[in-house]
């Protein structure tokens, strides 16, 4: 039976537990007519215990410690173990809030020699009297566990620092289209403030053909009436055909 | 790619690895050297490399534990904030979030004022189109 369990657990898809059989229209039924009947007489039937068959049907209560799923054991709230409670022997100091960063890539690499160091030990014991590997070959297990290990709860620090870097990148980006933005409002409030001088009074001038040679009368004449309508604020005396290049640089 | 810790525990995992094919490699495919007049002790299940392929794989399989190594080492050299405590961080996130909302306003202020200016500018486009 327990074999079956174990395979049952460990296999990918694991078939439903026996008691999934007792889920029945009927035994429901039963179930409610039961808690029914102990509502009525409560105190009585405290000690009547259900129909084993009707056991499974009430839903177990939630864990408050641990659980186990697929064969893992789980903890609430969830969390990683700590080596010591894994029973392996912890190669590095506790640490202390103050310079805990710096201690860990210092201990990562005084991990990383003397795992190499317990090689050259393993490699020299495998030559010497190979049966003694046992020892040798534990030590490296552990340093390579521990290493894993100072990797893994480093890992928050990275997540905080890659925020760190995207967020700072954001902020960049964000500054540099502000930036952007005020550039163009710049152009265009020069582009508009030449327009608003345009000369509307100078191309009306142009019929008594002073500015000629920039625009063909035909249409700066039209175009004097519109832009006169528009920017009646013009400066009507002034000449200025910079502007008038300017808007066509605009691609008008 | 993959983030540093990520790369650094991978070279770990292959460090192990050359560990294990070094020494597996040494086992299965050194030869033997007869003592003394004795007759040159066989093994059936071995398959000796001739000695200059043996020598050269030895040195191969030696360079990559080196390398491997110095790969580690320069993983963790390159650890991201190292120096930096979680405070540290915690204030520079705060400090961080707080720049970026101010950005952020100043972005749509000027998107803002853009547009505005667009819609000026359209306006005076357009009674110029209309020529």
């Excluded at chain 1, 405290?46 to 129909?51: R, V, Y």
């Excluded at chain 1, 480093?154 to 960049?172: C, D, F, G, K």
């Excluded at chain 1, 930036?179 to 030449?194: H, I, Q």
Aim: charged share 30%.
């Amino acid at each position: 039976m327990a074999e079956e369990q174990d395979s049952r657990r460990a296999s990918l898809f694991p078939a439903p537990p026996t008691f999934y059989t007792h889920f029945t229209p009927a035994n429901q039924e039963k179930l409610k007519e039961f808690q029914a009947a102990a509502k009525n007489d409560e105190d009585e039937n405290a000690s009547k215990e259900l129909p084993a068959e009707l056991v499974c049907l009430i839903p177990p209560k939630p864990p408050t410690e641990k659980y186990q799923s697929f064969g893992q054991i789980w903890t609430l709230p969830e969390r990683h173990p700590t080596l010591k409670e894994l029973n392996i022997p912890q190669l590095f100091p506790e640490p202390n809030n103050e310079s805990y960063n710096v201690d860990r890539a210092q201990e990562l690499r005084r991990l990383s020699k003397s795992l190499l160091l317990n090689y050259l030990e393993l490699v020299g014991i495998m030559g010497m009297s190979p049966e003694e590997y046992a020892e040798k070959v534990y030590h490296l297990r552990i340093h390579l566990i521990n290493i894993h290990e100072l990797i893994n709860n480093y890992r928050p620090h990275q997540a905080r620092e890659t925020l760190i870097s995207m967020m700072e990148e954001q902020l960049e980006k964000s500054r540099q289209e502000t930036e952007d933005n005020r550039k163009a409002c710049a152009k265009l409030k020069e582009l508009l403030g030449s327009l608003s001088t345009f000369d509307a009074g100078g191309l009306l001038t142009s019929d008594t053909a002073t500015s000629a040679d920039t625009v063909t009368s035909a249409t700066s004449a039209t175009a004097t009436v519109t832009t006169a309508t528009t920017i009646p604020s013009g400066n009507w005396e002034e000449k200025d055909s910079s502007s008038w290049e300017a808007l066509q640089q605009a691609g008008l | 790619m993959a983030d540093r810790l990520t790369q650094l525990q991978d070279a770990i995992d292959q460090l192990a690895t050359i560990f294990y094919c070094a020494l597996r490699y040494v086992g299965t495919h050194h030869d033997f050297i007869p003592t003394h007049n004795e007759p040159k002790v066989r093994d059936e299940t071995l398959q000796p490399d001739p000695p200059h392929i043996f020598r050269s794989s030895q040195q191969e399989l030696a360079r990559d534990l080196v390398l491997k190594t110095k790969q580690i080492e320069v993983l963790i050299a390159s650890l991201p904030g190292i120096g930096v405590s979680e405070d540290d961080q915690k204030e520079r996130l705060k400090e961080l979030g707080m720049e970026l909302e101010r950005a952020e306003e100043e972005r749509l202020k000027s998107i803002r004022e853009k547009e505005q200016l667009l819609v000026e500018f359209d306006e005076v486009v357009r009674s110029l189109k209309r020529v």
